[in-house]
T-cell receptor, first 115, second 110 residues
Framework: EAGVVQSPRYKIIEKKQPVAFWCNPI?????LYWYRQNLGQGPELLIR????????DSQLPKDRFSAERLKGVDSTLKIQPAELGDSAVYLC?????????????FGPGTRLLVL | QKEVEQNSGPLSVPEGAIASLNCTYS??????FFWYRQYSGKSPELIMS????GDKEDGRFTAQLNKASQYVSLLIRDSQPSDSATYLC??????????FGTGTSLTVIP
């Protein structure tokens, strides 16, 4: 079974430029998560989808971040414009139904460096 | 107050020793608790989950949960150099919100 796929794996951009990250969850997983992990910190949830619906986006900085999950499968996370403080690893995870006891399976992450 | 707190370490133990990792959480109604391992430059992977008070053992790993004290721990017996990683405690609270601690860095010295 293929795992969570993310692309690109690395991205270097200048501040004020836009950037987008793509995630393909494990087949059949209804719930998809986007996390941001700063160096030396644990992952911080940005947004959680159940199928196409964003059920928790309370920690997504909506002034510059946006996300979508069309058709309830792939998802894209966008930052526009990027700031220096956005440099981090962006992790995508998925789980079958999003239940409280379910394991989340993480993708390899996208490492973003904003110059 | 952070939802999940861990001692960031670093924690160093000799090979073969027991490593003890600790975590506290703030939401008393939390139901699900997880330990993830993260190697440097890699993504987190689940080691264990625990939902009831007491101990849960899986091979060399034992998770302990005390809901009254809002405390979760992970014991690694017969520690191996390959156990050197950052260990993340994660909690799912009553609102089905998932929070990670900052992680504890463990080094097992051969």
């Amino acid at each position: 079974e293929a795992g969570v796929v993310q692309s690109p794996r690395y991205k270097i951009i200048e501040k004020k430029q836009p950037v987008a990250f793509w995630c393909n969850p494990i087949s059949g997983h209804n719930t998809l998560y986007w996390y941001r992990q700063n160096l030396g910190q644990g992952p911080e949830l940005l947004i959680r989808y159940e199928n196409e619906e964003a059920v928790d986006d309370s920690q997504l900085p909506k002034d510059r971040f946006s996300a979508e999950r069309l058709k309830g499968v792939d998802s894209t996370l966008k930052i526009q414009p990027a700031e220096l403080g956005d440099s981090a690893v962006y992790l995508c995870a998925s789980s079958p139904l999003g239940g409280a006891s379910e394991t989340q399976y993480f993708g390899p992450g996208t490492r973003l460096l904003v110059l | 107050q952070k939802e999940v707190e861990q001692n960031s370490g670093p924690l160093s133990v000799p090979e073969g020793a027991i490593a003890s990792l600790n975590c506290t959480y703030s939401d008393r109604g939390s139901q699900s608790f997880f330990w993830y391992r993260q190697y440097s430059g890699k993504s987190p992977e689940l080691i264990m989950s625990i939902y009831s008070n007491g101990d849960k053992e899986d091979g060399r790993f034992t998770a302990q949960l005390n809901k009254a004290s809002q405390y979760v721990s992970l014991l690694i017996r017969d520690s191996q150099p390959s156990d050197s990683a950052t260990y993340l405690c994660a909690v799912n609270n009553v609102r089905n919100q998932f929070y990670f601690g900052t992680g504890t860095s463990l080094t097992v010295i051969p």
